[in-house]
C-alpha cells in the first residue's frame, strides 16, 4: 500500500515537471502543485486512455501510463493557464 503511494508520488511529480517543460510560458509552481498536477494528469490521462480503448488493469508503472500522465498534465496545465486564474476572481 505504501509502495503503490511513493510510486504514485514519483510518477505524478515526474509527469508535472514533463508537462511544465513542455508547455511555453512561465510556471510558478511549488513541489506540491507539480505533483497536484501530475496526479491529476495521470487521472485525466487514464480516463482519455479508458475512452479510447486502452484498459490496463494491472495497476503497474507502464511507460504507457506515464505517457498518459504527462498527455494529461498538459492538458490540465493549458487548461490552467487559460481559465484558472478567472476562477478564483470571479465575475464583478
Known sequence: ?????????????????LARALVPGKD?????????LGG????????L?????????DGAVQTAGLIGSVIGAVIVLILYKKYGKSI?????
Not at 4 to 16: N, P, T
Not at 28 to 36: A, E, K
Open 1 to 17: 500500500m505504501i509502495g503503490s503511494l511513493i510510486g504514485f508520488v514519483i510518477v505524478a511529480f515526474v509527469a508535472g515537471v
Open 28 to 36: 510558478t509552481m511549488s513541489w506540491g502543485q507539480t505533483i497536484l
Open 40 to 47: 491529476v494528469g495521470s487521472f485525466v490521462g487514464g480516463f
Open 49 to 57: 486512455g479508458r475512452i479510447l480503448g486502452r484498459d490496463s488493469s
Open 88 to 92: 478564483g476572481q470571479g465575475k464583478r
